[in-house]
């Protein structure tokens, strides 16, 4: 377990320094040289890699870095050893470069595996070429749109207005907004400067993603990035032009895919669009609005999980300020799913981790401030905006942009630093702070790397131990939330409810992870489907599919039975439960079974018995429990009907009156416990007996409930003949007068039945019955078995798994 923890902590590392995808694995990390031409030397350091990329970090963290993705390399080939040159390998670049490493240990089997993870992207890379190509010669060119800016306004403004809404922009918007940028009144030598500067750093160290990342480019990220290499640069630093260049025409496909759909987050993206940067001219402009309209748009098509969160129109704007449209897409991709993971989504985790780690900096970093405020959540409200910002809300805009340059070079590490330097700058203003407003005033625009010493590591180490934290804390809330909406239903006690609840979440994750991994997938994502059921976001946190509830059965119920029975009883239970027909059982619906078994009076145990044999959750399928062979039509039961392939007009009617159906059912759901239940029919009182006696399998008085139970099935089985009869005597009196039709209706009503009543009558009559339904079951017990056996259970099929 703790190699397999400090692989993970390694993993989480390399993707963190990297800023690498976070689906990426890591493969080898190996310590080796990498020959620096402008260094004229060898620089020692470490080599990952991973499915994609080649990764090099000097031994002094930020020192030198090399990233080389796999999508870019022509060759890896082994060179000849020699005592100056130990255990070289050569690595080809398609921008004619080539990168020599040197002391690689175990060189001739790291470079078979990095040549044959080469040869199977490439082999990806041509399929999807190939695909591409023969997909384009079958269908006519889609036109693409330049966009020709005009700041004047048309006649025609929504002929305009529609045009721009479709039209992909070529060019970043700084190129047509330039002249009246705030806070750039034109120094325009300082520019030519910063260019020159640059122009020299890409001879020395190369240029796009795998120029070698240096001191001198740190200190020149500083000094801010010029305009005219912004946009280059950002898609260089953050790798974003890596994912550009794989997925061709992505972007223009997704345009056209999201353009025109009207949901909940187009209508929040088209509030904030006006909020973007409202001084800048690009954003007081169609073309500008069109195009954040059509990148916020298009990222909440790709990623609905996150959708749109406010913050990520202020980042988009200034992405499209410096970076071609598409360039921005990708770079907002990068942003919210690289760099800033779990930022942007429903519970904004990873920004509360963030939130948790800043403040423990604060502590080490800054403990006379942090004894001056001990409570330190004030600061951290005030501080959640520069991270979901990157400070672009609070600093003046010139200021805000040389933030983003350094956070596409250093990542989340730059913002921690400036924080910590905002708030070191001004410790005493903020130690006299009474409220959340005098905080805010305490930035100012400078951009000082005052505390240098901090590392990506550090970071990653601390969001690893709070992000626990964080986990956790929302965990419990969510289990206190959902008792509280479940204890005032149920009679089991607070203490065995909340365990109930730990082992439903329990197998909902052991299902996920250990067992059948594509049932509850299918499980997650019905329910979000579901989402507007009828259940609040409270009772969908946790649900179990038809399986997970079986294997939860087998370890609560309190008559298990024989194995075979008990796993047709638990199908039947689940069917009945799931009263929204989704597939899924919530934790108030298992939590009122589980208190009708262990805490309700007899009758109400024997009416779940009896509700259990008779439909919905008797079928005349149990291999299929979720549809009846034939309809069975009744005026007090749902009506399940197979409805044939060939009647496709009648399929919508047939639909909404399933809909009006389930609401009625829905809201009569509160009065069933009063409605009389309906008939049970011959076959199914067999069904039910058949239950019974298996119940009664393995009990200490097995012998007294067997001659017991077939008494009251002969008794009642007496009551349904002569209901039988007595129908069929009245039947027969009018029988003349019937046509054909009323006659098989006739018959259909004058079938043997028995009600609830007769058959609870029936088993109060035997005291050996009423001891066993009456007699107590420790609920407490039962769970602690359960715990055991849950996890017995799934290390079972984990060694099976493995062994296959």
Same mark, same amino acid.
Request: charged residues 25%.
């Given at each position: 377990m703790k190699r397999i923890l400090e692989e993970q902590a390694i993993r989480e590392y390399v993707l963190a320094l990297f800023r690498l995808p976070r689906g990426e694995r890591l493969h080898e990390v190996a310590s080796c040289s990498v020959w620096t031409p402008h260094a004229r030397c060898h620089t020692a350091g470490t080599l990952y890699t991973t499915d994609c990329y080649l990764c090099f970090s000097s031994r002094e963290?930020?020192?030198?870095?090399?990233?080389?993705?796999?999508?870019?390399?022509?060759?890896?080939?082994?060179?000849?050893?020699?005592?100056?040159?130990?255990?070289?390998?050569?690595?080809?670049?398609?921008?004619?470069?080539?990168?020599?490493?040197?002391?690689?240990?175990?060189?001739?089997?790291?470079?078979?595996?990095?040549?044959?993870?080469?040869?199977?992207?490439?082999?990806?890379?041509?399929?999807?070429?190939?695909?591409?190509?023969?997909?384009?010669?079958?269908?006519?060119?889609?036109?693409?749109?330049?966009?020709?800016?005009?700041?004047?306004?048309?006649?025609?403004?929504?002929?305009?207005?529609?045009?721009?809404?479709?039209?992909?922009?070529?060019?970043?918007?700084?190129?047509?907004?330039?002249?009246?940028?705030?806070?750039?009144?034109?120094?325009?030598?300082?520019?030519?400067?910063?260019?020159?500067?640059?122009?020299?750093?890409?001879?020395?160290?190369?240029?796009?993603?795998?120029?070698?990342?240096?001191?001198?480019?740190?200190?020149?990220?500083?000094?801010?990035?010029?305009?005219?290499?912004?946009?280059?640069?950002?898609?260089?630093?953050?790798?974003?032009?890596?994912?550009?260049?794989?997925?061709?025409?992505?972007?223009?496909?997704?345009?056209?895919?999201?353009?025109?759909?009207?949901?909940?987050?187009?209508?929040?993206?088209?509030?904030?669009?006006?909020?973007?940067?409202?001084?800048?001219?690009?954003?007081?402009?169609?073309?500008?609005?069109?195009?954040?309209?059509?990148?916020?748009?298009?990222?909440?098509?790709?990623?609905?999980?996150?959708?749109?969160?406010?913050?990520?129109?202020?980042?988009?704007?200034?992405?499209?300020?410096?970076?071609?449209?598409?360039?921005?897409?990708?770079?907002?991709?990068?942003?919210?799913?690289?760099?800033?993971?779990?930022?942007?989504?429903?519970?904004?985790?990873?920004?509360?981790?963030?939130?948790?780690?800043?403040?423990?900096?604060?502590? $080490?970093? @800054?403990?006379?401030?942090?004894?001056?405020?001990?409570? #330190?959540?004030? &600061? *951290? !409200?005030?501080?959640?905006?520069? /991270?979901?910002?990157?400070?672009?809300?609070?600093?003046?805009?010139?200021?805000?942009?040389?933030?983003?340059?350094?956070?596409?070079?250093?990542?989340?590490?730059?913002?921690?630093?400036?924080?910590?330097?905002?708030?070191?700058?001004?410790? $005493?203003? @903020?130690?006299?702070?009474?409220?959340?407003?005098?905080? #805010?005033?305490? &930035? *100012? !625009?400078?951009?000082?790397?005052? /505390?240098?010493?901090?590392?990506?590591?550090?970071?990653?180490?601390?969001?690893?131990?709070?992000?626990?934290?964080?986990?956790?804390?929302?965990?419990?809330t969510t289990k206190e939330n959902a008792l509280r909406l479940v204890t005032p239903d149920v009679s089991i006690s607070p203490e065995n409810l909340a365990d109930v609840y730990d082992l439903f979440k329990t197998e909902h994750f052991v299902s996920l992870y250990w067992g059948d991994s594509s049932s509850a997938a299918a499980a997650e994502k019905a329910a979000w489907r579901y989402g507007d059921s009828g259940h609040s976001y409270m009772e969908r946190q946790y649900h179990l599919d038809r399986a997970q509830f079986k294997s939860l059965y087998g370890l609560l119920a309190p008559w298990p039975g024989s194995s075979q029975h008990a796993d047709t009883v638990a199908n039947r239970t689940f069917t009945l439960l799931d009263h929204n027909c989704d597939n899924l059982v919530t934790f108030r619906e298992f939590a009122g079974w589980l208190d009708t078994l262990y805490c309700e009076e007899l009758n109400e145990k024997v009416r779940l018995l009896y509700r259990l044999h008779i439909p919905p959750a008797l079928t005349e399928s149990e291999d299929d429990p979720s549809l009846m062979k034939s309809p069975l039509v009744s005026t007090n039961r749902p009506l399940f009907v197979n409805l044939p392939s060939d009647v496709e007009g009648e399929v919508k009617d047939y639909q909404e009156q399933l809909k009006q159906m389930l609401k009625d059912l829905v809201k009569q759901r509160e009065k069933d416990v009063e409605k009389p239940l309906p008939l049970m029919n011959q076959r199914e009182f067999i069904q039910f007996c058949k239950t019974l006696y298996s119940m009664f399998h393995g009990d200490l008085v097995e012998n007294d409930l067997f001659q017991a139970i077939a008494t009251v099935t002969s008794l009642v089985l007496q009551i349904g003949e002569v209901e039988h009869r007595r129908h069929s005597s009245e039947g027969s009196e009018v029988s003349a007068e019937q046509t054909p039709e009323d006659a098989r209706s006739s018959s259909s009503d004058s079938d043997w039945t028995v009600s609830y009543a007769q058959i609870l009558a029936s088993l109060l009559t035997e005291q050996a019955l009423v001891n066993f339904f009456e007699k107590p079951v420790d609920l407490c017990a039962k769970i602690s078995e359960a715990n055991q056996k849950q996890y017995e259970q799934r290390a079972g099929l984990l060694t099976l798994q493995q062994g296959r």
């Open positions: 963290e930020g020192s030198c870095t090399l990233l080389i993705p796999l999508s870019e390399v022509l060759s890896i080939e082994k060179a000849e050893s020699t005592s100056l040159l130990p255990h070289p390998v050569i690595v080809s670049v398609r921008s004619k470069k080539a990168f020599q490493l040197i002391d690689l240990h175990d060189r001739d089997e790291l470079v078979e595996n990095l040549n044959a993870r080469l040869r199977s992207l490439q082999w990806k890379q041509a399929m999807f070429r190939g695909k591409k190509d023969s997909k384009r010669s079958m269908r006519s060119p889609t036109p693409y749109y330049t966009f020709y800016y005009d700041t004047g306004q048309s006649d025609e403004e929504e002929i305009e207005e529609q045009v721009l809404r479709n039209t992909v922009n070529s060019e970043a918007l700084m190129t047509a907004f330039h002249q009246n940028q705030p806070g750039t009144n034109g120094n325009k030598s300082a520019e030519e400067v910063k260019q020159r500067l640059w122009d020299d750093h890409f001879s020395e160290f190369g240029r796009g993603v795998t120029m070698f990342r240096t001191d001198k480019t740190q200190r020149l990220v500083a000094m801010g990035i010029p305009e005219s290499l912004r946009g280059e640069l950002w898609m260089t630093l953050s790798d974003a032009s890596s994912e550009l260049e794989a997925h061709p025409g992505y972007y223009s496909g997704l345009v056209q895919k999201s353009m025109g759909q009207i949901s909940l987050t187009t209508d929040e993206i088209e509030r904030d669009l006006h909020r973007s940067l409202p001084d800048h001219p690009a954003f007081q402009n169609p073309t500008g609005i069109a195009a954040l309209r059509r990148v916020l748009t298009a990222y909440a098509h790709r990623n609905p999980k996150i959708g749109y969160c406010q913050s990520m129109n202020i980042l988009a704007s200034v992405l499209l300020l410096y970076a071609k449209e598409e360039e921005a897409f990708w770079l907002l991709v990068a942003v919210c799913e690289l760099m800033l993971p779990d930022y942007f989504n429903r519970r904004v985790i990873g920004a509360q981790v963030d939130q948790s780690v800043f403040e423990e900096l604060i502590r $080490e970093r @800054l403990p006379e401030l942090a004894e001056h405020v001990p409570d #330190l959540s004030t &600061l *951290s !409200s005030v501080s959640l905006s520069w /991270f979901l910002t990157l400070f672009l809300s609070v600093l003046p805009f010139h200021s805000a942009v040389c933030v983003v340059d350094c956070f596409f070079f250093h990542g989340i590490k730059a913002i921690f630093q400036l924080g910590l330097a905002a708030l070191d700058a001004n410790a $005493e203003a @903020l130690s006299a702070c009474t409220d959340d407003g005098q905080a #805010l005033m305490i &930035l *100012s !625009s400078f951009l000082e790397q005052k /505390f240098g010493d901090l590392t990506v590591r550090q970071i990653e180490r601390l969001r690893c131990r709070h992000r626990i934290l964080v986990l956790q804390a929302h965990e419990d």
